[in-house]
């Protein structure tokens, strides 16, 4: 089964404010971990943050700690990322992922991992 992902993006001045959706179609989340990533060209997919469905176990990268919030609906088939006090370097393209595992910060925030991959968003945060 493919992730068909659906993530929302935009442009926002630098202090603001977006949230991205992943939603499951054709594919359960259960048991999995999402994972949220970016990339800005000739840059690596960096891992922005992470929540295993069933527990409910998040984790965050240095640089968006404190300013972005992962979490799950009740019926655990979608995954929101909450972006808060936007800086023009978060600007990137925005993906989500899925892989048929868990695992500790180290693991779960990078990229080779993860199996099932969304469409990109473009978020464009402006100064």
């Known amino acids: 089964l493919m992730c068909s992902c659906r993530v929302g993006g935009g442009f926002v001045q630098a202090g603001g404010s977006l949230r991205l959706s992943c939603a499951a179609t054709g594919f359960y989340f259960d048991d999995r971990t999402i994972g949220w990533f970016r990339q800005v060209p000739g840059k690596e997919r960096e891992g922005v943050s992470s929540i295993s469905i069933p527990y409910g176990r998040t984790y965050y990268s240095d640089s968006v700690k404190g300013r972005f919030t992962i979490s799950t609906n009740s019926a655990r088939d979608t995954v929101n990322l909450e972006m808060n006090g936007l800086k023009p370097e978060d600007t990137a393209v925005y993906y989500c992922?899925?892989?048929?595992?868990?695992?500790?910060?180290?693991?779960?925030?990078?990229?080779?991992?993860?199996?099932?991959w969304g469409k990109g968003a473009l978020v464009t945060v402006s100064s």
């Open positions: 992922a899925a892989f048929d595992g868990f695992g500790s910060a180290g693991r779960v925030l990078g990229a080779d991992v993860y199996n099932y």
